[in-house]
Structures are given as structure tokens and as C-alpha cells.
């Protein structure tokens, strides 16, 4: 279902929607003060029916910040700011320049008339797409409505909207003449976003739900890098594309748990042709100081794939151990603090898990999922499930394959 939130500018499209919504407006409240992002609040309000309010000091002590990001995307008022950083800033550390470079040499980015864009963050690349000529529409994507709410008003020119903590001076720390840290005060002045010629659509969304994708492009735009697994978020976007539609992926790979081959060859078993692969070395700065260096470059994966069919068979899904929990005590609805947060664990959904999990084969876990839940629910808890890495999903690998081959 599609919640649209008006005076914000946003829809949200995602599972558990109540549940993550409420969530990001006690954290918007509590990392960034009860008056900031005034009109996504009120939205948020109005959705909810009733003023919200910051965590308590027993759900903070509580918090799960990993299971946080998983619901929430990027959501703390660090993150945002580094996002804005590296896109906006009106400053010589603003990396989106090296940025649009390599997006250039991506022909089906280039060339497409609607693009969606996956992990969008604070949109930049968004706006840049906008403003071209034969771009008739583009949907920036995120899981977090933070950054979407932030990145709408950095491309709408309203800066002073945002929130006190988004617009203060950022510290860049070198070294001095080999003896002593310097430590310089960078005023936060943004690049004006240019025109706007195609609308752009800000999407809060799962990259991990079941949505089709209705542009010619998606493109992955560093968020492969979110999770701890990155081929469970491949194998879910791929399933979103039908025969014909193209999929771009721009992914870091330097720090050895995003391996190129391991990549390729993922998307290729989803039933794509690869078009064109490159790396090239491209600035991702994930700190706003970053001490001695104005800029943190990363070995960069440039991917572009077209679908031509299904996936093939073996593609297996295996509960981690964090699952375990949840499927031994059927309990009421759970507070955000807790670990399995907003899944709700009763008798008949862990029945219908442990069901499903009878054997490591995807096709006959969701078919066993969807008969004792219906496609629906099937759905909203599996995108809950890979999002928090309850469950992995991967193809398995060759080997086995052979292994198992008929005699
Ligand atoms: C590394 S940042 C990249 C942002 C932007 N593309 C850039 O280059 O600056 C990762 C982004 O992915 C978003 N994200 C994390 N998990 C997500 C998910 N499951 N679905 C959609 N977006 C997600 C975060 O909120 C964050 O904005």
C-alpha cells in the first residue's frame, strides 16, 4: 500500500510501514529535536493519529541500532550530514563531480527516459538526472525518509528548512607542517540543485520488498554496501525487473565482503546478460573529517545488465541464527527497542517458518510460505526477514550443482 505524506513531498511504499514510520518520527524527535523536518513530523502525526514522541529512557537503553538501520535506513544526524557532505557542500570536498564522471560511462543510465534510483541518500544524482533533457521521470528511493526529506529540500533550494544540526560549520583535520593537527572550519554553503525539467518521485521504500520496478533503469547506487551480505539486496532488486528492463549497480568492493566475481556472477544467475563492467577507483568519504585526506577513495564496481529471463533454480535461502529467537516463543507485538521489532511472532507465522524451512531450495520455501500465509503477508515477512538477515539468500555455488546433478 502507498501512504502518500503530503506536505513532506514523499510516499511511502514499504512493509510494515506503521511500524517504521512511528519509529523514524520518535528518532527524528529524539537525534534532532521535537522542530525539525516540521512538515515530514506533521505527517507523520496525522498518519499515526496521535503527536509523537522521543524514546523513552527504557526503549533507549533498549535500542537495537543495527536492527534501527535495517528499518530505518540511514536515520542518525551523523550519516545524514556526511551524506549532504559529499553531494552538496559548495566545497572542494564535494565528491559528486568524480561521481558524475563514472555515471557517464553507464550508457543505460545515460540513455534512459525514467530511472529509479536505489538508495538514493540525499539525492543529488537524483536532481542530476532531472535536470536532462530527455529524462521524463525519476524515482529516488530510500528506506530512509531522513535523507529523502533532506535531499528534497537541498534540491528545492530550501536550506533553511533544515534542521540546526544539518546546517552547521563541518571540521576538516590535517596535518600541519608534519608537527600538529590542524583542525579547519568548512561553512555549510550548498551547490544549487539547477532545473528541474522531469519530476522526481521520493520513495520511501525497502530495497528488500517485493515492488515491481515500472522505470527502464534501477539503479543500485552504493547501497549494496548497507547491508552486512550484499547478494540477498542483489537477488531481491533483480526480482523486481521483467525481460527487457536494464539494472545499474555502483557498489564499493575494497573492503573484501563485496567480491566483483561474486557480484557478476549473482547477477548473471538472476537471468541477466552483464552489457559492461568496469572498477575505477572513486571517492566514498564516510566522514565529514577525514583526517589528513580531503577525499577516501574506494575500488568502485560499474555494472550494467540487462533481464532476459528468470533466475536459475538453485537458489537456496538459509535462517541465520538470529532467527532462532523469534521462531521458539510466539509473543505479542514487540516494542521498537527489542530485537525482532516490528514482527509480529505468533503461534501461526513461526509455524508457517518452520515449515518453510524445511530445505534450503527458495522456490519451495516460498511456495510453503505463501500457501500457510498467503502472497501478501508471504511477502511482508520475507523482505522483513532478509532485511534484519534473518535469512540469507544466495545461489548456491557450482559445485553443488554438479554434486546433485541426475545420474
Ligand atoms: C552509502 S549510502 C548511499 C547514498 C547515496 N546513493 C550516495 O551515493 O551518497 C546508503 C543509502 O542506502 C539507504 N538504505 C539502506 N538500507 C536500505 C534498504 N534496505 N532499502 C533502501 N535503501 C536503503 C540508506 O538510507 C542510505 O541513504
Same mark, same amino acid.
Given at each position: 500500500?502507498?501512504?502518500?505524506?503530503?506536505?513532506?513531498?514523499?510516499?511511502?511504499?514499504?512493509?510494515?510501514?506503521?511500524?517504521? *514510520? =512511528?519509529?523514524? %518520527?520518535?528518532?527524528?524527535?529524539?537525534?534532532?529535536?521535537?522542530? +525539525?523536518?516540521?512538515?515530514?513530523?506533521?505527517?507523520?502525526?496525522?498518519?499515526?493519529?496521535?503527536?509523537? +514522541?522521543?524514546?523513552?529512557?527504557?526503549?533507549?537503553?533498549?535500542?537495537?541500532?543495527?536492527?534501527?538501520?535495517?528499518?530505518?535506513?540511514?536515520?542518525?544526524?551523523?550519516?545524514?550530514?556526511?551524506?549532504?557532505?559529499? =553531494?552538496?557542500?559548495?566545497?572542494?570536498t @564535494?565528491?559528486?563531480?568524480?561521481?558524475?564522471?563514472?555515471?557517464?560511462?553507464?550508457? %543505460?543510465?545515460?540513455?534512459?527516459?525514467?530511472?529509479?534510483?536505489?538508495?538514493?541518500?540525499?539525492?543529488?544524482?537524483?536532481?542530476?538526472?532531472?535536470?536532462?533533457?530527455?529524462?521524463?521521470?525519476?524515482?529516488? #528511493?530510500? *528506506?530512509?525518509? $531522513?535523507?529523502?526529506?533532506?535531499?528534497? %529540500?537541498?534540491?528545492? #533550494?530550501?536550506?533553511?528548512? *533544515?534542521?540546526?544540526?544539518?546546517?552547521? /560549520?563541518r571540521s576538516l583535520i590535517s596535518?600541519?607542517?608534519?608537527?600538529?593537527?590542524?583542525?579547519d572550519?568548512v561553512?555549510?554553503?550548498? $551547490?544549487?540543485?539547477?532545473?528541474?525539467?522531469?519530476? $522526481?518521485?521520493?520513495?520511501?521504500?525497502?530495497?528488500?520488498?517485493?515492488?515491481?520496478?515500472?522505470?527502464?533503469?534501477?539503479?543500485?547506487?552504493?547501497?549494496?554496501?548497507?547491508?552486512?551480505?550484499?547478494?540477498?539486496?542483489? $537477488?531481491?532488486?533483480?526480482?523486481?525487473?521483467?525481460? #527487457?528492463?536494464?539494472?545499474?549497480?555502483?557498489?564499493?568492493?575494497?573492503?573484501?565482503?563485496?567480491?566483483?566475481?561474486?557480484?557478476? =556472477?549473482?547477477?548473471?544467475?538472476?537471468?541477466?546478460?552483464?552489457?559492461?563492467?568496469?572498477?575505477?577507483?572513486?571517492?566514498?568519504?564516510?566522514?565529514?573529517h577525514?583526517?589528513?585526506?580531503?577525499?577516501?577513495?574506494? @575500488?568502485?564496481?560499474?555494472? =550494467?545488465?540487462?533481464?532476459?529471463?528468470?533466475?536459475?533454480?538453485?537458489? %537456496?535461502?538459509?535462517?541465520?541464527?538470529?532467527? +532462532?529467537?523469534?521462531?521458539?516463543?510466539?509473543?505479542?507485538?514487540?516494542?521498537?527497542?527489542?530485537? @525482532?521489532?516490528?514482527?509480529?511472532?505468533?503461534?501461526?507465522?513461526?509455524?508457517?517458518?518452520?515449515?518453510?524451512?524445511?530445505?534450503?531450495?527458495?522456490?519451495?520455501?516460498?511456495?510453503? *510460505?505463501?500457501?500457510?500465509?498467503?502472497?501478501?503477508?508471504?511477502?511482508?515477512?520475507?523482505?522483513?526477514?532478509?532485511?534484519?538477515?534473518?535469512?540469507?539468500?544466495?545461489?548456491?555455488?557450482?559445485?553443488?550443482?554438479?554434486? @546433485?546433478? /541426475?545420474?
Amino acid at each position: 500500500m502507498s501512504i502518500t505524506l503530503a506536505s513532506s513531498g514523499l510516499t511511502a511504499d514499504l512493509p510494515y510501514a506503521s511500524h517504521r *514510520l =512511528e519509529l523514524v %518520527a520518535r528518532a527524528i524527535c529524539e537525534l534532532f529535536g521535537a522542530d +525539525a523536518f516540521p512538515e515530514l513530523l506533521a505527517d507523520l502525526a496525522e498518519y499515526l493519529g496521535r503527536p509523537v +514522541a522521543p524514546l523513552t529512557p527504557a526503549e533507549r537503553s533498549r535500542c537495537d541500532f543495527p536492527g534501527m538501520l535495517a528499518m530505518l535506513g540511514w536515520f542518525h544526524p551523523a550519516r545524514i550530514e556526511q551524506l549532504i557532505h559529499r =553531494e552538496w557542500l559548495d566545497a572542494t570536498t @564535494n565528491e559528486f563531480d568524480d561521481h558524475l564522471g563514472a555515471l557517464r560511462s553507464l550508457s %543505460a543510465v545515460e540513455r534512459a527516459e525514467t530511472i529509479e534510483i536505489v538508495g538514493a541518500g540525499t539525492c543529488r544524482i537524483g536532481a542530476h538526472l532531472a535536470s536532462r533533457d530527455h529524462v521524463r521521470r525519476v524515482r529516488c #528511493g530510500d *528506506l530512509s525518509p $531522513i535523507a529523502l526529506a533532506a535531499g528534497r %529540500a537541498l534540491i528545492r #533550494g530550501e536550506t533553511s528548512s *533544515l534542521p540546526k544540526r544539518l546546517r552547521r /560549520p563541518r571540521s576538516l583535520i590535517s596535518v600541519d607542517a608534519g608537527t600538529r593537527l590542524r583542525q579547519d572550519s568548512v561553512a555549510s554553503r550548498y $551547490i544549487p540543485a539547477g532545473p528541474q525539467l522531469a519530476p $522526481i518521485e521520493f520513495v520511501v521504500h525497502d530495497a528488500f520488498a517485493a515492488l515491481r520496478c515500472e522505470c527502464e533503469v534501477m539503479l543500485l547506487h552504493y547501497v549494496l554496501d548497507a547491508p552486512s551480505r550484499f547478494d540477498t539486496m542483489l $537477488i531481491r532488486s533483480a526480482a523486481r525487473l521483467r525481460p #527487457g528492463q536494464r539494472l545499474a549497480v555502483v557498489t564499493a568492493i575494497s573492503d573484501g565482503t563485496r567480491n566483483p566475481c561474486h557480484i557478476v =556472477e549473482t547477477v548473471a544467475r538472476c537471468g541477466f546478460t552483464v552489457d559492461s563492467v568496469a572498477i575505477k577507483r572513486l571517492p566514498y568519504s564516510l566522514s565529514c573529517h577525514d583526517f589528513t585526506y580531503e577525499r577516501t577513495v574506494s @575500488n568502485t564496481l560499474l555494472l =550494467e545488465a540487462t533481464k532476459r529471463g528468470e533466475g536459475d533454480d538453485d537458489l %537456496a535461502v538459509f535462517p541465520t541464527h538470529r532467527i +532462532a529467537d523469534m521462531m521458539a516463543s510466539a509473543s505479542a507485538l514487540l516494542t521498537p527497542g527489542q530485537r @525482532n521489532f516490528p514482527f509480529e511472532a505468533t503461534d501461526r507465522l513461526a509455524r508457517a517458518l518452520r515449515g518453510a524451512f524445511r530445505g534450503q531450495r527458495w522456490a519451495e520455501f516460498s511456495s510453503r *510460505l505463501t500457501d500457510a500465509l498467503g502472497r501478501d503477508l508471504s511477502d511482508t515477512v520475507t523482505a522483513y526477514l532478509c532485511a534484519r538477515e534473518f535469512m540469507v539468500l544466495t545461489y548456491l555455488p557450482d559445485s553443488y550443482r554438479t554434486q @546433485n546433478a /541426475p545420474r
